[in-house]
């Protein structure tokens, strides 16, 4: 039986080649106040084609020390992102832009 820790998560940064950053999201009680607290818990992984993007759903599982901060290896993309994260990022920069000419000129 395989005995190596399965994690899922979603991709937050894809920029290093070879290596993706997962960030999975768990609650636990706070002990006094008794509420629900999110905590979040980052990985890296190693990505040998470079397959998985920002925004993607993964499965990472446990291997061999790859570097430093490199302790597990992408073992499956569940679930693609529908629209690149960066796409989205420059319209609304273009879009605010656009809204910051427009009241200049009417201040003018």
């Known amino acids: 039986m395989d005995h190596k820790k399965r994690i899922q998560g979603e991709v937050v940064s894809a920029t290093n080649d070879k290596t993706i950053k997962i960030q999975t999201i768990s609650y636990k009680k706070h002990p006094l106040y008794k509420k629900r607290v999110e905590t979040r818990s980052t990985y ?57 000419d427009e009241t200049t000129e009417e201040a003018k």
């Open 44 to 100: 890296y992984a190693h990505d040998e084609e470079n397959a998985a993007n920002v925004g993607d759903t993964v499965t990472i599982v446990e291997c061999r020390p790859m570097s430093k901060t490199k302790r597990f290896r992408l073992e499956s993309i569940d679930k693609k992102a529908l629209v690149k994260i960066k796409v989205l990022e420059e319209e609304a920069v273009k879009e605010a832009l656009h809204e910051e």
